[in-house]
Every structure is written in C-alpha cells, then in structure tokens.
Nanobody
C-alpha cells in the first residue's frame, strides 16, 4: 500500500525556517518524482516544488525561488523541503505527492499526480 507521510510543520515567526519531510512506503522512492503542494484556507492547492526521480532536476514556483530547497534521499525513502525566510503568505497545509512522470499537465497541476499524503500545517505568524 502506497503511503506518504509528511512531518515537520509547525508555527514559526516571519523570517524563520522549517524543514518538512515526506516519508514514503509501499513503493521504491527512486522510481517516482515527488512534489510538494500547499493549500491555504479558501484557496486552491498550488504546486510549490518538484524533484525528479534521480534528483537531478528540480522545479519551484516563483514565489518560493531562492527561499525553498527540495531534496531527496532515496536510500532513506524520504524527501525534504527546506523552507527559509518564511513569510505569512507561506501559511498553508503542505502536502507531498508522488507520480512516475508528473508532467502530462505540468508538474504544478494536481491532476498530474497519483498519490498524496495527508498534509502538515505550516503557520508563519508573529
């Protein structure tokens, strides 16, 4: 059974940092691209970042470029999202997602992804 479990969310002040983790089971991580999405109250779920199966290629939405870094450790079955210089507008539930080739509608489209975690809350507030 495919499972993705996010962790690492919490409350942080503006300018602070958090590292989210996505632990996968039920499949070999190296065979899948992994994405991070987020959904703020009253807004649609949006793509934040994506990393290819090998880790050689990464993608970021414009609003997080230079602040967020996605990485993966296939041996540990875990993908990370390092978030620095956090802003109040980064507040959302963050989800990790997996797919063999999530590019049919673009990596940032939710319809490109098959498997989803339950999400972890990130709140940026003073």
């Amino acid at each position: 059974q495919v499972q993705l479990v996010e962790s690492g969310g919490g409350l942080v002040q503006p300018g602070g940092s958090l590292r989210l983790s996505c632990a996968v089971s039920g499949f070999t991580l190296g065979g899948y691209a992994i994405g991070w999405f987020r959904q703020a109250p009253g807004k649609e779920r949006e793509g934040v970042s994506c990393i290819s199966r090998s880790g050689a290629t990464t993608y970021y939405t414009d609003s997080v470029k230079g602040r967020f870094t996605i990485s993966r450790d296939n041996a540990k079955g875990t993908v990370y999202l390092q978030m620095n210089s956090l802003k109040p507008e980064d507040t959302a539930v963050y989800y990790c997602t997996a797919d063999f080739s999530p590019y049919r509608s673009g990596w940032s489209s939710t319809s490109s992804w098959d498997y989803w975690g339950q999400g972890t809350q990130v709140t940026v507030s003073s």
